[in-house]
């Protein structure tokens, strides 16, 4: 489902990826693990096409020789601080051109949200700003989510909470997600697969399988491929 191959990105004289690739299959939860600063970022944003300028060969969405829907959650989407989460979703409903209502009570019933509440998004605790993120993401259904740090500055009850709605997600309605994080402890819970990163590249790419054959944590597993560093 998204397939990125000798990913190469430099910004001025700073190597950011050093030929990256990971491979990301149909249904997967697939964890992209690193500290802060070893190109996570630029790596999803690169995926998603929002860097042009690199070398390598991105391949997204495409299974049987049909395209699929992708959807990203990147860089915090922008949401009206002013209105409620049903009005914010009509707002990007007319952005994409979709004249569904039906579609959006759907969604927000999904992400555990109601088209009935008029309470403000300014007024909502940051998971459930991260729902409504979630909820504008989901609007044109897509096959495959692309999530960017979305597990931060969320309190112990808004990671489980967002825990459970991407393995629903995933199990229920059949969506690929490819999730960055530098909690490493929470993707463990939820991700069928790996790609560590580090200083820029990709030390290992590995299946829960994988990591359970070896008789060994992600954690252990980190530790040796990046020799010690969890510097966050």
């Not at 690193?34 to 690199?54: A, D, E, M, P, V």
């Not at 590995?206 to 252990?220: C, I, N, P, Q, V």
């Amino acid at each position: 489902m998204i397939r990125a191959e000798h990913i190469k990105k430099v910004y001025g004289s700073n190597l950011v990826l050093e030929n990256v690739s990971i491979h990301v299959k149909r249904g997967e939860i697939y964890g992209l693990i690193g500290k802060n600063g070893s190109g996570k970022t630029t790596l999803l944003r690169i995926i998603t096409g929002q860097i042009k300028n690199y070398t390598g060969k991105v391949v997204v969405g495409k299974l049987d020789n049909q395209k699929c829907g992708v959807s990203t959650v990147i860089n915090h989407p922008a949401l009206f601080l002013n209105m409620s989460a049903y009005e914010n979703m009509k707002e990007q409903s007319y952005l994409l051109g979709l004249r569904d209502a039906k579609q959006i009570e759907t969604v927000l019933q999904i992400v555990g949200l109601t088209a009935c509440d008029e309470k403000k998004v300014k007024n909502y605790s940051l998971g459930m700003t991260q729902r409504v993120k979630l909820a504008m993401a989901l609007l044109e259904r897509p096959d495959i989510l692309i999530l960017d740090e979305p597990l931060n500055g969320l309190d112990p009850d808004g990671i489980a909470d967002l825990r459970n709605l991407l393995l629903d997600l995933n199990r229920k309605h059949s969506i690929t997600i490819l999730i960055s994080s530098h909690i490493l402890s929470e993707l463990e819970q939820i991700a069928t697969s790996f790609g560590i990163l580090h200083d820029g590249i990709i030390v290992r790419e590995l299946s829960t399988h994988d990591a359970l054959h070896d008789g060994k944590s992600m954690e252990e597993i980190y530790l040796q491929y990046t020799k010690g560093d969890m510097r966050q």
